[in-house]
């Protein structure tokens, strides 16, 4: 059983050496279903920000009592309602907070679902959705998560061909 209530404050929130604030995120991923039968196409699941006006990959503040791979298990769980396996990390990007106009250190990772939740923490506060990956890349709000999802879709592609 999940835990149903997200994290919140900035109490235990880690930060660079350069007071960057470090986040984590997360592309959920799987491979369609049709009729029973897996396919090669794969599906990523954005989620709404909290405000509901942009979709994004699930990602938040790593904590001082977690490793990176548990803030990104957490933030999937958290905001998509997902588990998973987190797989190697994708990349580290500096950008900028729209909200804040400082400088953030984000940390991405792939996570293969294994089960998608009826209940999670922040179900009433976002909406989740499986698209393909030309959707999600066009609709994403943040430059360095698509950037993300490029690399992600790369990998998948180089591991597919090695299994010919």
Known sequence: MACLVSRTGREMQRYNST????IVGCIPYRYKDIDGNLSNELEVLVVSSQKGQ?????KGGWELDESIEEAAYRESLE????????EHELGQWSFISKRHGTYYEGHMFPLLVKEELDLWPEKDLRRRTWMCVDEAREVCDHWWMKEALDILVERLTLQKNRNI
């Open 19 to 22: 007071g960057g604030r470090q």
């Open 54 to 58: 942009t979709l994004m990959f699930p």
């Open 79 to 86: 905001e998509a309602g997902v588990t998973g396996i987190v």
